[in-house]
């Protein structure tokens, strides 16, 4: 699985960074759920297909990303941040596989029992094991 590597990979980007309010201690970015008592904005993300057997090479994985503010507009800017992170990319960093697309496949919007405003962003990447390609 890539999650790691793409949380790395957010996580670093000084824009989003911002647009989040994130500290040292948190990075506003969780795997899954937020935590308890998360304040807005933040992101939560989560793979549609984790994987099979152990020895599996997984190359084609579903990540949704869900944003998580206040007011829309928030919402808005860090859509469009994240956009240009990930939407068309074919290059992104990781130390074990060669992510080598990136695709924004869809998306939807609602309100939170909170009344937060909250956007789902649906992507596609295609990687493979750098051990693999040895």
Known sequence: MILKDI???LAADAGLKNLLSSSEKDSKIYPNIAKI???PPFL???SSNPGGTQNEILSEEILDIIITAQN???VCL?????TELLDGVTDIPSADF???YSKKT?????ADELYRNVRVLNFNLKFR?????L
């Open 7 to 9: 949380y790395n990979f």
């Open 37 to 39: 008592m998360s304040a």
């Open 44 to 46: 939560v993300y989560r």
């Open 72 to 74: 829309f507009e928030t």
């Open 78 to 82: 860090i859509t469009g941040r994240l």
């Open 98 to 100: 060669n992510i080598y």
């Open 106 to 110: 869809g998306g939807s919007d609602y």
């Open 129 to 133: 094991s750098k051990q693999e390609i």
